[in-house]
């Protein structure tokens, strides 16, 4: 049901259980937990395990894909991507965190655009959007280079850790995506 893709670097494929500790080592870190609505810290044990087994399920029936990227030439894992569809109105949510030790090497960029184009050319979606806490510039750029477009700030829009969050949220219209066409 979870594809499967590639890029010139990377495998974008369904997370196996056996993933569930590098998830752990990775989710586990503080910088990660900081920036994404879902993640908890600490990181509890088991979670990683638990949180894989219910993708297959949630692909199925609601239509959120969840994704691991890994390095094509090690196997490495990297990070994760997600892609939330809403049927209803033919658009979807994306999401993505990366292990720190891999930041900075164009590899969310290069998974989102694999994905992106998913969205677009095989789903035939409308829309995609991504929110980002405004603390968050990496992921800004991110999108601005994916050509998604600004569309607004909700202010206080989320508690995260006791904190309330302002979020920018960025959408891209099929009619302006540009790329792999
Ligand atoms: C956001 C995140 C996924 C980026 O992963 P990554 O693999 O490093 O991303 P990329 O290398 O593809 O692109 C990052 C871009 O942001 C830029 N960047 C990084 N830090 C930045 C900063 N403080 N200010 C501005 N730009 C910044 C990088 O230079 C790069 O742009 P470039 O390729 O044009 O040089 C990663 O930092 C992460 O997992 N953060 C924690 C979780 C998170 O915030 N997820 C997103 C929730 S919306």
């Known amino acids: 049901m979870i594809p499967t893709f590639e890029t010139k670097r990377l495998v974008i494929r369904p997370y196996v259980k056996t993933d569930a ?3 752990e080592l990775l989710a586990g870190n503080p910088k990660v937990a900081e920036t994404t609505v879902a993640i908890p810290h600490p990181y509890p044990k088991g979670l990683a395990a638990s949180w894989i087994s219910k993708h ?3 692909a199925i029936e609601i239509g959120s894909y969840t994704f691991a990227v890994v390095l094509k030439s090690t196997s490495e894992l990297l990070g994760t991507l997600t892609f939330r569809v ?3 109105d ?4 994306l999401g993505y965190w990366f292990g720190v030790p891999y930041w900075g090497n164009g590899y969310c960029t290069e ?3 694999r994905i992106i184009e998913f969205g677009f ?3 035939k979606l409308n829309k995609i959007r991504a929110s980002v806490m405004t ?3 990496a992921s800004m750029k991110i999108l601005t280079k994916l050509d998604f477009e600004k569309e607004g700030v909700f202010k206080q829009d989320i508690m995260k850790s006791g904190n309330y969050e302002d979020m920018v949220y960025y959408g891209l219209l099929r009619q302006n995506y540009q790329y792999n066409r």
Not at 90 to 93: H, I, L, Q, V, W
């Open 135 to 137: 603390k968050n510039p």
């Open 111 to 113: 998974a989102a655009r």
């Open 90 to 93: 033919n658009k979807a949510e």
């Open 56 to 58: 297959e399920k949630k």
């Open 21 to 23: 500790d590098k998830v």
């Open 121 to 123: 050319n095989e789903l």
């Open 86 to 88: 809403d049927i209803d």
